[in-house]
């Protein structure tokens, strides 16, 4: 499979390896915005993209444009995405977004809403903390954000978050820390005065990121639409 890497940062070098121990060939490589051009001369079979926020939306609509199937994983442009569903479905490209291409982040994605939902009938309160690299640009993580909409969606009582710990039991609290050589750890707690239970999702090595990016990248080249990481997993 001919993959093209848009952004080519510590994820991007990541992905490289994996595709590459998979015998996937890294048709392109875009550093810079105004190279993307080049992914009309032999054109790829899939994009793949992890840049800047300010630029993720400019190299979808060129993807969707162009007819290259892609997958973003880059966070901090949400703001956009309805614009991109929107271009995305008017030029019938095809077009995948997850804040985390690790399986076994979205597990716990499913595992999080499932004890939200037990959880608000109780006398617990919510929490979430998740560690990163120092060079990690936005915070909190897109993955933090997508914990803390799952915990809204099952609770009604949270009308909001915030990006420090919270006492005000409308707003649901998100800690973030930034330590050396952290790939990602993501934490959501309940405590009430007598008792706590934590679920925790560590990952081990960015190339778990990676190894999820390059399957879904395999899974979606043939299709058409609108995709998430849970029709991907539920197509397994």
Known sequence: MKIALIGY?????????????????????????NQIS??????PEVAIEFTEPGAVLDNLKFCF???IPVITGTTGWLENYEEAVSV????N???????NFSIGVNLFFE?????????????????????????????????????AEG?????????????????????????????????????????????????????????VFAEGAVLVSEWIKNKNGIFTMTDFINQQ
């Open 65 to 67: 444009e162009n007819e």
């Open 151 to 207: 915990i809204q969606k099952q609770n009604e009582q949270f009308k909001t978050w915030i990006n420090e710990k919270s006492t005000d039991h409308t707003k649901l609290g998100i800690v973030s820390k930034r330590i050396e050589n952290v790939p990602g750890t993501h934490t959501v707690s309940y405590s009430s005065p007598l008792e706590s239970i934590n679920i925790e999702h560590i990952a081990h090595d960015r190339s």
């Open 88 to 91: 995305c479905k008017e030029r």
């Open 111 to 147: 595992l999080n809403e499932w004890l939200a939902e037990r959880m608000s009938k109780l006398n617990f309160t919510p929490g979430i903390e998740e560690t990163h690299h120092t060079e990690k640009k936005d915070s909190p993580s897109g993955t933090a954000i997508r914990l």
């Open 38 to 43: 080049q992914l009309l001369e032999n054109k």
């Open 9 to 33: 940062g510590k994820m991007g070098k990541a992905i490289e390896t994996v595709a590459k121990k998979k015998n996937h060939t890294i048709s392109h490589i875009i550093s810079e915005s």
């Open 93 to 99: 490209g095809t077009f995948l977004q997850s804040s």
